[in-house]
């Protein structure tokens, strides 16, 4: 069925958007079409803003089918210069409609969130670490006395016979007694039920920097109860049978050599003892001529067990890895 022009009457050509006689738009089915005829320029032009305002206020975005607006112009060209006024207002994003600033912050609330839980998590890992940098920059386990002695009785309580009290470690910062005049550090110390001491090096800020166990008398390398206790007082997933074992298998005897020399370096290099422990341990390796005389300081997880012997006293070492 042939169409023709609303305005002129000519035919129209199947599928055209124009009347090829007058230009005018051709109404179809499947279009919205606001017919208007204006008496004047002005009140043109003036429809036109007031149609604009409507699309940009969302009027007609609940319809899906196109919008066409048939206007009626006194000459060609002020119809086309309608329609390039509004083709450049379009161009120029004009009736664009306005994004929602939750578009914006949403993904940027969420980012930070993801942020926070990852740093928590972190954090909360690094707080559970045994050994930690101090304010010195030196390795340090993050338990100061307190925390050392109370994780020692309770991480024992199945086999001590008595818990150790915190109030009886005394700080020895005047070299009052078995601490020699090359070592700065003050430590505290306590005597147990055997006569042997407890010493419990700490820095500035109280954390623990190694700990020792002096048993006077005669020299043996049998584990001393007390060793395994220190050691469960970092790691409560090991039985006690088992951290003796641990501590025989890593065990390290040291010479002379070695405890003076981290001794030295402790004092003049402003080393932790575990610090110029290896040092030293590196000097007598390379000085000993035959390097497999001296064992190498072997760790379990983050800490190193050694000890060193005499004729009336030895030492076990819990020093950081």
């Known amino acids: 069925m042939s169409k023709f022009c609303e305005k002129c009457g000519k035919p129209i050509n199947e599928g055209a958007v124009f009347c090829g006689s007058c230009g005018n738009p051709v109404r179809t089915t499947t ?160 005597f147990d039920s055997k006569s042997n001491l407890f010493r419990v090096f700490t820095d500035s800020d109280g954390h623990i920097e190694h700990l020792e166990y002096v048993v006077l008398g005669s020299s043996s390398d049998t584990v001393p109860d007390e ?20 501590v025989d298998e890593n065990k390290n005897q040291l010479t002379s050599l070695d405890i003076s020399g981290a001794e030295i370096y402790e004092e003049e290099e402003n080393m932790t003892f575990s610090e110029g422990l290896k040092e030293a341990r590196s000097i007598s390796v390379r000085g000993a001529g035959d390097s497999s005389l001296i064992a190498p300081l072997k760790s379990y997880k983050d800490v190193i067990i050694s000890y060193g012997t005499s004729n009336n006293y030895q030492v076990w070492y819990i020093t950081v890895a």
Do not use: W
């Open 31 to 190: 279009e919205s079409v606001t017919d208007i005829t204006y008496a004047s320029k002005e009140e043109q032009e003036a429809a036109l803003k007031a149609v604009a305002l409507e699309v940009k206020a969302g009027a007609f975005k609940e319809k899906k089918k196109p919008i066409v607006f048939l206007i009626t112009y006194a000459s060609k060209e002020e119809r086309e210069a309608a329609l390039a006024a509004v083709a450049n207002d379009v161009k120029n994003g004009k009736y664009k409609k306005k994004k929602n600033p939750l578009a914006i912050i949403i993904p940027i609330v969420a980012v930070i969130v993801i942020i926070g839980i990852i740093f928590a998590i972190v954090s909360a890992n690094n707080s559970n670490a045994l050994v930690i940098t101090n304010n010195e920059g030196h390795k340090v386990f993050r338990y100061n006395l307190e925390e050392f002695v109370t994780n020692m009785n309770g991480n024992n309580s199945v086999v001590l016979k008595k818990n150790y009290p915190v109030s009886d470690f005394f700080m020895d910062d005047t070299n009052a007694f078995g601490n020699d005049e090359t070592s700065p550090k003050s430590y505290y110390g306590y």
């Open 227 to 246: 060793v395994a206790f220190m050691l469960r007082a970092f790691y409560d997933d090991i039985g006690f049978n088992d951290a003796v074992e641990i």
